[in-house]
């Protein structure tokens, strides 16, 4: 959802591509209530947080048809492919309850095993569609899967999140038999999970 390192912007959506040939968008939505994000004001798109409004013209598969000011053509559309679509921080106030947070808030917090052993970092927050992932930079790669690994944002991978402590705690072994169909080495700072993958 979020890969911005600005914390004063929350991510609530992305553009995903073009829709025909008048200039509409397919665009996601990373908000609670999905529809949601045609309702906020202050949004804006892209790296030069361009201000933008949307309006609905449909639904699309892994989110929704819309006008986005400013983007009058197809080609528009595609050179837009990919923008965050974000609010200020400031205007969302902060989360109703103690213990919630905002997915970009998960950006740059440290990754633990469920023992407590460093694992890495929280790169980024994304959402391809389906449910929202988190971009794992570990400190030791995982063998035949590499250093950066996008791993689910659900409650059997993610056991933990304390925002005040600055750290996610990540069932890494769990996640890796997922991907592999085997049972993982333990987790640890050892290079237990490790190789020379890259």
Known sequence: ??????????????????????????????????????????LVMGPERTPVTLEKRGLAKGGFLARVSGLATRED???ARGFELAVDRATLGAP???????????????????????????RSVENFGAEDLLELALDTPIKGLGRFVF??????IITEVDISAGTVTADMARWQSDQTGKEAEPQGGQGDIGGEGG
Not at 2 to 24: E, N, P, Q, T, Y
Not at 32 to 42: K, L, N, V
Not at 97 to 122: K, M, R
Not at 151 to 156: A, N, Q
């Open 1 to 42: 959802m979020a890969s911005s390192d600005d914390k004063s912007w929350v991510v609530l959506g992305a553009i995903k591509g073009a829709h025909g040939v008048r200039g509409l968008a397919r665009v996601a939505s990373y908000t609670e209530a999905p529809e949601a994000i045609f309702a906020y004001a202050g």
């Open 77 to 79: 559309v595609d050179a």
């Open 96 to 122: 109703e309850d103690d213990d919630a947070y905002y997915l970009t808030d998960l950006i740059g917090l440290h990754v633990q095993a469920p023992d407590g052993a460093a694992l890495g970092a929280v």
């Open 151 to 156: 791993v689910p944002f659900r409650k059997d």
